[in-house]
């Protein structure tokens, strides 16, 4: 692991910029401290540009699940299904948090849709107490825009795997398979 990231500044009071030296004892330990370390500057940076912010450890996802599931009660037909299923995948945030961590997902994120129906809508995972906490007190935050791009870049994702309405086929695929019940697979269909 690197000693330390130190900051040397000499003889410039007013100075806006700083030098971090990285040492550590293997090349690929600095590799990896420089890249989280351009990370968590990258952050700041965009941050101080878009003030905004929202609560982390997936306090804003389970809030937005929470407000698919209610919408989806007031639509009928296949699109309620589609809301439902939408919720769902906005609960992928946290209990990612919770499988990662070794936490029990199911029991937070059971206690996470309990406090977000009372109204508590900065909840989420909270890493360091293996609990759920109110995380935007605990000032555990992340940037809007970057929540806004994701969900964007998900739902662009999304529509356009459903949007493609033909498969294509290499013709070369198909020609060899094994006779039904003779191997792999299933049988050729016409």
Not at 86 to 111: H, M, S, W, Y
Not at 166 to 183: L, V
Request: contains cysteine.
């Amino acid at each position: 692991h690197p000693s330390k990231a130190t900051t040397t500044l000499a003889g410039c009071p007013a100075a806006k910029t700083c030098t971090l030296i990285l040492r550590g004892g293997a090349e690929q330990f600095l590799e990896e401290t420089e890249r989280s370390l351009h990370d968590a500057i990258m952050i700041v940076r965009r941050t101080i540009k878009n003030d905004a912010v929202v609560a982390g450890g997936g306090a804003i996802d389970m809030e937005l699940s929470k407000h698919m599931r209610e919408y989806s009660k007031t639509v009928m037909g296949k699109e309620q299904l589609l809301l439902g299923a939408v919720a769902r995948a906005f609960e992928a945030i946290p209990r990612q948090l919770c499988d990662n961590a070794g936490f029990d997902a199911t029991n937070l994120l059971n206690k996470l849709r309990q406090k977000h129906h009372q109204g508590d809508i900065w909840y989420g995972i909270d890493i360091q107490k293996e609990n759920i906490a109110d995380n935007f007190e605990s000032c555990v935050w992340e940037p809007a825009v970057v929540k806004i791009n994701a969900i964007t870049a998900a739902c662009e994702a999304a529509a356009q795997i459903l949007s493609i309405d033909e498969t294509i086929k290499n013709p070369k695929s198909g020609g060899d398979a094994p006779a039904p019940g003779r191997g792999m697979g299933r049988p050729r269909m016409g």
